[in-house]
């Protein structure tokens, strides 16, 4: 198990990533983009929030494996990933095709 401290610490690490991937890269929200931008090998990383359906959760891993894209399980729901993104609403699934000036990617 993860010391709580370190857990958190490491949660706030993804969430500036995150932030700074918003205001400097490019970034598809939702399932049906996401899926279109594995489709098309565009995306370089794809972060899946913990409460995706499982069905949704494996038809992304699958895509990712054969699109040779990084995946990040979220350890937050959908609403924190939502807020994450500094988006009102939830986000479930997310694909990066430009990390811009993050280093999320890495």
């Known amino acids: 198990m993860v010391a709580p401290k370190k ?3 490491a949660i706030e690490s993804i969430n500036s990533r ?15 983009t996401t899926l279109k931008s594995l489709r098309q090998g565009k995306a370089k990383l794809v972060i899946i929030a913990n409460n995706c359906p499982p069905l949704c959760k ?22 924190d990933l939502g807020t994450a993104c500094g988006k009102y609403f939830h986000v479930s699934v997310l694909s990066i095709t430009d990390p811009g000036d993050s ?3 890495r």
């Open 7 to 9: 857990q958190k610490k």
């Open 18 to 32: 995150l932030a700074l991937v918003m205001k400097s890269g490019k970034v598809s929200l939702g399932l049906s």
């Open 58 to 79: 494996s038809e992304i891993e699958y895509y990712a494996m054969l699109a040779k894209a990084g995946v990040h399980h979220y350890t937050g729901n959908n609403i």
């Open 103 to 105: 280093d999320i990617t």
